[in-house]
């Protein structure tokens, strides 16, 4: 039971936080501004949590230190998926585009998200650096890492790129997900998830009851999770059910969501996906890995 509770707390929080966002990010563009100002707000209560327990070292701190780090990722995802934080290229990459010069484009069209990670962790790792809890600063590198690793894996084309995913106003997007069996980057992907996930279990397992088996049980649950949505990318496994209750309206093609208004304004492109015979235009989006 020492393990239970940490366990579903961190499932539970992942699901949950996940679905609000693909909701979020699926209603009309008016709306973004409410989303973005919400998220923000539940940014700064993140940091002060991170700042609160960063010297306390007992079981609810351990829980408040993984949700604020946690909640700090979903800003980033929801700043991505409104458009308000993506990049400064936002036309799709003309055909035949390739090589380095289309991970350019790729990296382009991401930059401000990219360094909006970097600064945020920066950001918390001020706040907690000379305590004894960093949980959520590891929780906030974990859940980075797997998230750069799946969209490296759509990038490089995977089975299920989860276009569903990716709300109608940044359509575009769809452009850049590549559908193939597998890519050479995805065996390492899964045996480097799998290899930290044992790693933190055991130091779960390996430690006395209280805050360092929780926290350890928090971190390798979130870790199992992203392993798990790696596999997700290959298997034939309808992932959108999971979130069937926060979908209902991101499949709509709704025409006022279509070009967007201000930082929302993307190209407007056919959304057919690229297969493995088709060169990819740009950097896909993540399956769902937060």
Not at 43 to 61: F, M, N
Request: glycine share 8%; hydrophobic share 50%; aromatic share 12%.
């Amino acid at each position: 039971m020492a393990y239970l509770g940490p366990a579903v707390f961190a499932l539970f929080l992942w699901w949950f936080t996940t679905g609000v966002i693909f909701y979020l990010d699926s209603r009309p563009v008016h709306t973004f501004k409410w989303s973005m100002a919400g998220a923000t707000l539940l940014l700064v209560l993140a940091g002060a949590g991170l700042s609160i327990t960063a010297q306390r070292t007992d079981e609810t701190s351990a829980y408040l230190a993984f949700a604020s780090g946690l909640i700090a990722w979903g800003w980033q995802e929801i700043s991505l998926y409104t458009g308000y934080v993506t990049g400064p290229r936002k036309i799709r990459c003309p055909d035949g585009c390739a090589g380095l010069k289309h991970f350019g484009h790729a990296i382009a069209a991401n930059l401000w998200h990219e360094i909006a990670i970097v600064v945020v962790a920066l950001g918390i790792w001020a706040l907690v650096k000379d305590g004894s809890n960093r949980i959520g600063f590891y929780t906030y590198i974990l859940l980075w890492g797997m998230h750069l690793s799946a969209r490296l894996n759509v990038f490089l084309g995977v089975r299920n790129v989860s276009a569903e995913f990716v709300p109608a106003h940044m359509e575009v997007l769809k452009g850049f997900l590549r559908v193939r069996p597998m890519n050479m980057l995805f065996p390492v992907s899964v045996t480097i998830a799998t290899i930290g996930t044992i790693c933190l279990v055991n130091r779960a397992v390996e430690s006395d009851a209280g805050f360092a088996a929780t926290g350890y049980t928090l971190l390798a649950a979130i870790m199992g999770l992203a392993l798990v949505e790696h596999w997700f990318l290959v298997l034939p496994i309808p992932v959108e059910k999971l979130w069937s209750w926060s979908l209902s309206r991101s499949t709509l093609d709704l025409p006022q969501r279509r070009r967007g208004e201000g930082p929302h304004e993307f190209a407007a492109v056919p959304t057919q996906l690229t297969t493995q015979h088709e060169a990819p235009c740009c950097q896909g989006l993540t399956s769902g890995t937060r």
